[in-house]
């Protein structure tokens, strides 16, 4: 089978974006995710894994979602509720990063491969090359200048930058990037009740105690860390 130039170059960029898309994840960790909106979850599914750890890849139709990552059983014991204050003005100041990452999105994945593939006229593309590095250059900017209100460090802002500049699909996931790192201290359950609404927060405890009945089952645990999964599932 004989491929253009043109369907190389979005094969290769989608494949980078793909690529960096995946994460490997442990069996008791799960996302909560959130848009412009409406806060949801995601379990992770087990359908595939890799040296004892589940493939995991977010939805790639939705840059702009921040993921924060947790895990049970939880080790948090604290409820103190500016946790969920600071969270929501975390969320607040993401928001710009969100937009540029649906920018970036239409930009890198449709914009510049469709003008390469046209060939309508070579302004076109290098005008959507020249906004892909612009933003990324200015989300930069932002993050230097945030860097303690958004909990980064220096250095994985000169890395990230490096890497995106040699690579623009890779800064699709920025976002997500610097919110799985981001650590909510308050117990998720009591977190999951407060930002879902009733019907998410049904199903999210329906589908917990689902996996954690199948993990009981079917996964090895000490005695200590057994006790601690059943008393989550009784709260359940």
């Known amino acids: 089978m004989y491929f253009t130039y043109e369907a190389y170059l ?17 069996h008791n960790e799960f996302f909560i995710k959130k848009g412009f909106r409406e806060i949801d979850f995601t379990f992770p599914s087990d359908f595939f ?9 977010h939805n790639l139709l939705l840059p702009h979602q921040s993921f924060y990552k947790f895990s049970y059983p939880d080790k948090t014991k604290n409820k103190n509720i500016n946790q969920i204050n600071n969270f929501n003005s975390y969320e607040k100041k993401l928001f710009f990063l969100k937009i540029t990452s649906i920018i970036k999105f239409l930009l890198i994945i ?21 906004l892909i590095y612009l933003l990324i250059l200015i989300e930069f900017i932002f993050m230097f200048i945030n860097y303690k209100r958004i909990k980064l460090s220096k250095k994985f802002i000169i890395y990230k930058l490096f890497n995106n500049l040699l690579c623009p699909p890779l800064s699709i996931n920025l976002l997500k990037d610097i919110s799985k790192d981001y650590q909510i201290k308050y117990p998720f359950l009591y977190f999951a009740k407060n930002k879902l609404n009733q ?11 689902i996996r954690l009945q199948g993990q009981l089952e079917n996964f090895i645990f000490e005695d ?13």
């Not at 449709?110 to 046209?118: C, M, Q, S």
């Not at 006790?227 to 359940?236: A, G, V, Y």
Request: hydrophobic content about 50%; cysteine-free; charged content about 25%.
């Open 10 to 26: 979005w094969i290769g960029i989608l494949s980078f974006y793909i690529y960096d898309s995946l994460k490997l994840v442990n």
């Open 49 to 57: 894994t890799f040296k004892n750890k589940i493939v995991f890849i």
């Open 110 to 130: 449709f914009i510049f491969p469709l003008g390469v593939y046209l060939s309508i006229n070579d302004e076109l593309i290098l005008t959507s090359l020249a």
């Open 199 to 209: 019907y998410k927060y049904e199903k999210f405890s329906k589908l917990l105690k």
């Open 224 to 236: 200590s860390l057994r006790i601690k999964i059943k008393n989550l599932e009784s709260k359940l």
